[in-house]
C-alpha cells in the first residue's frame, strides 16, 4: 500500500528508532482494501476478530503495540481464515499517519483505553486533543470514532476533553449521523467482563463534520480533576449513570 508523508502529532511519547521502518515494511506486504476500520490497542482480538466475521465488505486493522500480542492475533486470523483482517504490531500515534491519507478511514474504535492515573504518565493517555485532531484528519466526512471506558473518572476527562475539538459531533442511535454499521461491533474482551461483574460503560460515537482543522493551541486540561478511582473499575455501583450502556 502507498505510504503517506505525515507530520505526526505530539502525542508520541515512546517512538523508538526504526519503528516507522517496520510498519513501511509491513505496509509493503498488505493490502488494505477500502473502506477501512481501524481498532487500536486490540490486544488479544476478540473485538477485530468478531469485527472482521461481522462485516466481510470491510477491511478491519487492529494496530497493538505490544508486538507480541499482534504477531499472535496476525498468526489467528491467517488460520482462522478472516481473509479482512489485518494486524500490525505498532505504536498507532505513529501508524496512523504514516498509513492512511487524509478523509480515508470508515471508522475507528479506541475501545477501553489504558487510563493511565500517574501524572507523569498522563501524556500517554491516547485520547487528548491531539488525537482528536489526528482521528478527524484520518475520517471520511461521516465517518467515526468509536469510544469506551468503563472507568468513571476516563468518561468524565473525555467529556472534558470532548469540547476541545469542533470537528467530531457526538451522535445517538436515531440521530442522521448514527452510523448504519453500529449494529455489527461485537464486545471486546474487557466489556465483557465488566458487563458480566454487573460494571457501567460509558460509549461515545462521535461523526466526523468535515471542518477543518483550527490553528488555535490545544487548552491544558487539569488532570487532577480526574484521579485515580481507589476500587477498581466494576466493583462500586456507578455514582452517576453511565450515556450510554454497551
Ligand atoms: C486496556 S487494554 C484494552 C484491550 C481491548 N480493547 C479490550 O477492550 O479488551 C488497552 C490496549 O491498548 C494497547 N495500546 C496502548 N497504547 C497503544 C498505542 N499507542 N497503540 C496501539 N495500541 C496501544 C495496549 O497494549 C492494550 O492492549
Redesign the pocket.
Known sequence: MELQTPTFPDLITRYRAGELEDIAAWAATRTMPAPVHV??????G??LKDLAAALPSRTVLG????RK?AELLDAEVKDEGLDNARVLG????L?LPLLFADASLECVYL????PWWKKRHAK?R?FAPAFLDLVADKLKIGGHLVV?TDVEPYASFIEAVLPCTERLDLVEPGDAGWPEHAESWPA????RKVTAAGGPVWRYVLCNNGKPRSDAPYPEIDLDRFPKPEAEPGDNPPARRPRHRG
Do not use: Q, V, W, Y
Request: proline share 3%; no cysteine.
Open positions: 481498532e487500536i490497542g486490540s490486544n488479544r476478540r473485538f494496530i497493538e503495540i505490544r500480542f505498532a505504536d498507532a500515534m501508524a475501545l477501553f483505553p489504558d500517554r491516547l469506551k471486546t474482551t474487557r466489556e
